[in-house]
């Protein structure tokens, strides 16, 4: 529950002017609803004595009628005005929780993010977001205004009719639906929590079977994917039909509620009637706004069935837009130093403590280039990783022009220093478009880097810079894939590159010449790789094995 009191707080605070409107009116809407009611009893129930008494001809119908037609008017706008308030509020408010919530992700630390999957994000962003407007419209806002409904009802009925009516009807409601709900709730919640479970473990099933299809097909396994988004979606639909049939019990709880509470004061009434405490009038009005009073407890069936759905969601979310920020740093102001400087470096394997690389030293000149090379798991991955910031240092330090790499803000950091990793994405769009993403630059800057990774021709053959790739690089070759992205961290003239295995999938001629084509581009760049190739370490002016 302090999940959803802190989504609320957080919805609230985004957009308080309107909630508090809102809430407004759907007090106004509930009040009206009882008091339209309430008269409509109490005025039939007159004109009726006032014609069995001979009196009909002076009863006043007129101003009663006017009422009545006031009330009708007046809550038809009141609901309209605060379902349009309330809407457009929590719309808005998911529409800034969503963003933070895709903020928390972008900013996640990068062992985090490399874990994440496409699927399991989207459902954060979507089913986690859309579950939550369900907290103020269904939840929050209609048991605050039901509340002090009530709370109204009580002192008015007390006056009007009678003190024991007061206490049946308000009493009734409110002691009712917290039996029925927590009853009903107890069912409702964990359908209601494994039925989500069971759409997000469809959705992501299925996302995976379209992405993977065709490794999937290539090995054998499309259709077990298959039977697996099928079996997924079984499972759903048969927590759907129990949760459904939950809320329909719900419904007849709290129909037998609205029974048993208008019965006892329609016997409460006849009772005061008989004995001459209460008149015949006012006592239909207290049975009118007993009927109307039940107004308070539809919301409550919904809530019940997604308290669960939306207990969950909430934790979620408020994990992810509670997450520290990173921290502010002051921009550094770079020493006349070398570009990069390695000093005592030891590095633990991702999630241990076991020793990875021990004692690691070495400088990087401007101009100069250095190839780690080993066995494979050896750690040079690890290590341009940790020169690049991404991985958490045991012990030494890694300094970029003479200040500490944690001293750097993050958006400086990369304008001086860009790490191609060993795999790299290709977001569907043109060749200008996947280029750009590493740094807007002119056509002509965009074909000179090209050509200095031997890929202008194949570029130019197909269309030019408008060519459209798929996703991950569909259209491309895997070695045309891997110069595209070569050219993409060539385009952001950084001063320190850090290059993991970049000829991955070019035969000798063309990662030689695009290796040439590299330097010739960047002539001042102090280059770091992770070599696997001859080629690579050939074009190195110092070698460090590891082992």
């Given at each position: 529950m302090r999940a959803l009191w802190t989504v609320f707080h957080l919805i609230w605070r985004d957009q308080r002017r309107a909630l508090v409107r809102g809430a407004v009116l759907t007090v106004v809407v509930l009040v009206m609803g009882a008091a339209l009611l309430g008269l409509s009893g109490w005025f039939i129930t007159a004109a009726a004595a006032a014609g069995l008494a001979g009196a009909g001809a002076v009863f006043d119908v007129f101003r009663p009628s006017a009422?009545?037609?006031?009330?009708?008017?007046?809550?038809?706008?009141?609901?309209?005005?605060?379902?349009?308030?309330?809407?457009?509020?929590?719309?808005?408010?998911?529409?800034?929780?969503?963003?933070?919530?895709?903020?928390?992700?972008?900013?996640?630390?990068?062992?985090?993010?490399?874990?994440?999957?496409?699927?399991?994000?989207?459902?954060?962003?979507?089913?986690?977001?859309?579950?939550?407007?369900?907290?103020?419209?269904?939840?929050?806002?209609?048991?605050?205004?039901?509340?002090?409904?009530?709370?109204?009802?009580?002192?008015?009925?007390?006056?009007?009719?009678?003190?024991?009516?007061?206490?049946?009807?308000?009493?009734?409601?409110?002691?009712?639906?917290?039996?029925?709900?927590?009853?009903?709730?107890?069912?409702?919640?964990?359908?209601?929590?494994?039925?989500?479970?069971?759409?997000?473990?469809?959705?992501?099933?299925?996302?995976?079977?379209?992405?993977?299809?065709?490794?999937?097909?290539?090995?054998?396994?499309?259709?077990?994917?298959?039977?697996?988004?099928?079996?997924?979606?079984?499972?759903?639909?048969?927590?759907?039909?129990?949760?459904?049939?939950?809320?329909?019990?719900?419904?007849?709880?709290?129909g037998l509620l609205t029974t048993l509470v208008v019965a006892g004061t329609l016997m409460l009434g006849i009772l005061g009637v008989q004995s001459g405490q209460i008149a015949p009038a006012f006592a239909a009005l207290g049975l009118f706004a007993a009927l109307a009073m039940a107004e308070v407890l539809a919301p409550l069936r919904r809530a019940a069935s997604d308290l669960g759905r939306m207990a969950d969601a909430a934790r979620r979310v408020v994990r992810d837009v509670t997450a520290p920020p990173p921290m502010a740093l002051p921009p550094v102001c770079a020493a006349q130093a070398v570009p990069l400087a390695v000093q005592n470096l030891t590095l633990h394997r991702a999630g241990t403590d076991q020793a990875l690389v021990r004692g690691l030293s070495f400088d990087l000149h401007p101009g100069q280039t250095l190839a780690l090379t080993g066995a494979s798991g050896v750690g040079k991955s690890t290590v341009l990783l940790a020169v690049a910031g991404l991985h958490p240092l045991a012990d030494g330090q890694i300094?970029?022009?003479?200040?500490?790499?944690?001293?750097?803000?993050?958006?400086?950091?990369?304008?001086?220093?860009?790490?191609?990793?060993?795999?790299?994405?290709?977001?569907?769009?043109?060749?200008?478009?996947?280029?750009?993403?590493?740094?807007?630059?002119?056509?002509?800057?965009?074909?000179?880097?090209?050509?200095?990774?031997?890929?202008?021709?194949?570029?130019?053959?197909?269309?030019?810079?408008?060519?459209?790739?798929?996703?991950?690089?569909?259209?491309?070759?895997?070695?045309?894939?891997?110069?595209?992205?070569?050219?993409?961290?060539?385009?952001?003239n950084p001063q320190v590159l850090v290059l993991d295995e970049p000829t991955e999938g070019l035969d000798e001629t063309t990662a030689a010449a695009a290796l040439r084509g590299l330097r010739q581009v960047l002539p001042d760049a102090a280059i770091l790789i992770a070599a696997h190739r001859a080629i690579e370490t050939a074009m190195a002016d110092r070698i460090i094995s590891l082992n």
């Open positions: 009422m009545v037609r006031f009330l009708a008017l007046g809550r038809a706008a009141a609901r309209y005005g605060e379902r349009v308030l309330t809407h457009d509020a929590t719309l808005r408010a998911l529409e800034s929780l969503r963003l933070r919530v895709l903020a928390s992700r972008l900013h996640a630390p990068y062992g985090q993010m490399i874990r994440m999957r496409g699927a399991q994000v989207l459902n954060r962003l979507t089913a986690d977001i859309d579950a939550l407007d369900g907290v103020p419209l269904r939840l929050v806002l209609p048991v605050m205004a039901g509340v002090m409904t009530l709370a109204l009802a009580l002192p008015v009925l007390w006056v009007l009719v009678s003190p024991a009516v007061a206490l049946w009807g308000v009493g009734g409601y409110l002691l009712g639906a917290a039996v029925v709900v927590w009853r009903m709730g107890a069912v409702a919640v964990p359908l209601s929590r494994r039925a989500e479970l069971a759409t997000q473990a469809f959705r992501t099933r299925l996302i995976d079977m379209i992405r993977g299809r065709r490794d999937l097909a290539v090995y054998g396994h499309l259709s077990a994917q298959a039977a697996a988004v099928m079996a997924a979606e079984a499972r759903r639909l048969v927590l759907r039909r129990q949760l459904d049939r939950a809320e329909r019990k719900t419904t007849l709880a709290l300094l970029l022009q003479g200040q500490p790499l944690g001293l750097w803000p993050e958006p400086d950091l990369r304008d001086r220093l860009t790490l191609l990793p060993q795999r790299s994405a290709l977001m569907a769009g043109s060749v200008a478009q996947a280029l750009t993403l590493g740094n807007a630059a002119s056509d002509e800057r965009l074909w000179q880097v090209l050509a200095a990774v031997q890929l202008d021709g194949v570029i130019r053959a197909r269309g030019g810079l408008d060519f459209g790739i798929g996703p991950r690089g569909e259209g491309l070759s895997g070695g045309e894939a891997r110069r595209l992205v070569l050219a993409r961290a060539v385009l952001r």
